[in-house]
């Protein structure tokens, strides 16, 4: 380290300085390893910079700025973002501040979005409950290059199915769609499961062939998708929204089959053979019977995984099901 500026510089054998705007803090051992690794990537831009509240970081070291040319580090981009720390220098020194200084903290934290007003559960509403006159004006100016570059690469913008339900209610103007899609989705899904769950019952004679099961299952989830695709369809509905309504409507399927029938079922299984082999205990007639359930139900899931991942890899990547593709 060394200079008389107001930062250290740390030099690296390879790679670029790194400046540490940490004179009279403690820089951890493993944030100066992290960042003499990261100054030795063929890409940095001139220096990396680490501020005074520089630690080590999961995938990058917080506090830093690593600038790259010709490459984009991800993880360096979304590390603690937003955390509010900035290195500003004023022409203020300690003469010129007040004795009590709280009356400045809380205009800085009027002034400045930070916290929670609800930890983070049901109902936060973010560090401002109401956003200032001045910044909606300055968001306004942004949105438009914001927007633009969503356009230009939409998968920035993705998220989960309830992102997809309200962009697409935003976009049909009618907010209280959501309800409906998602109220249609589950009794479709629901019904479906019912069927499916017949089917997958040990029985005999004719209902015990597998053709019989398997074109059972491919009728009930064909017609179960075509309906949803009907009920929530429309021209402001979104390709990832339909196709995780399919997508995810067969995993809610393998999801009540793992918890509702495999699971209950192995878990008397075990009970049974641990009592079997620890006590002499017989095994009771019925396990058989469910030992035949638990094959069957876990055969039915593990085929009905391979349009799920179709269908929930189609609503990023294949976009057959509307023209619209977010």
């Not at 962009?167 to 309800?179: K, T």
């Not at 004679?205 to 309906?227: E, N, Q, Y």
């Not at 007639?285 to 995984?305: D, G, H, I, K, Q």
Request: proline share 7%; aromatic share 10%; charged share 15%.
């Amino acid at each position: 380290m060394g200079g008389d500026k107001s930062y250290n510089v740390i030099a690296t054998e390879k790679g670029v300085p790194i400046k540490a705007w940490t004179k009279g803090v403690p820089l951890e051992d493993q944030a100066r390893a992290q960042l003499l690794n990261v100054a030795q990537l063929p890409f940095i831009f001139k220096w990396v910079a680490a501020m005074p509240d520089v630690h080590w970081g999961i995938g990058a070291t917080v506090g830093s700025v690593i600038p790259t040319k010709g490459a984009i580090i991800p993880a360096a981009v979304g590390v603690d973002i937003g955390c509010g720390m900035m290195a500003v220098q004023t022409d203020l020194n300690a003469r010129d501040l007040p004795d009590n200084l709280k009356p400045i903290r809380s205009a800085i934290e009027k002034a400045v979005p930070h916290g929670r007003t609800n930890h983070g559960g049901k109902g936060d509403v973010g560090g401002w409950q109401q956003i200032p006159a001045r910044n909606a004006e300055v968001w306004q100016s942004l949105k438009p290059r914001y927007d633009a570059i969503l356009e230009k690469h939409p998968k920035l913008d993705r998220g989960n199915h309830s992102i997809h339900l309200g962009a697409d209610a935003r976009n049909a103007g009618d907010p209280s769609l959501v309800g409906k899609w998602f109220g249609w989705w589950f009794l479709v899904w629901l019904v479906a499961y019912a069927f499916i769950y017949a089917l997958q019952l040990p029985a005999k004679g004719t209902l015990d062939s597998p053709w019989v099961r398997s074109i059972g299952v491919a009728v009930v989830v064909v017609a179960a998708s075509w309906l949803i695709l009907a009920l929530n369809g429309g021209p402001a509905v979104s390709n990832p929204h339909l196709a995780i309504s399919v997508g995810g409507g067969l995993g809610l399927i393998m999801l009540l089959n793992t918890w509702g029938v495999v699971w209950r079922v192995q878990k008397r299984l075990i009970a049974w053979s641990r009592a079997s082999s620890e006590q002499g205990t017989p095994m009771p007639p019925e396990a058989e019977r469910l030992m035949r359930w638990n094959y069957l139900t876990a055969r039915t899931s593990f085929w009905l995984s391979f349009p799920m991942l179709f269908f929930m890899a189609a609503a990023s990547h294949y976009p057959f099901l509307s023209s619209v593709p977010r």
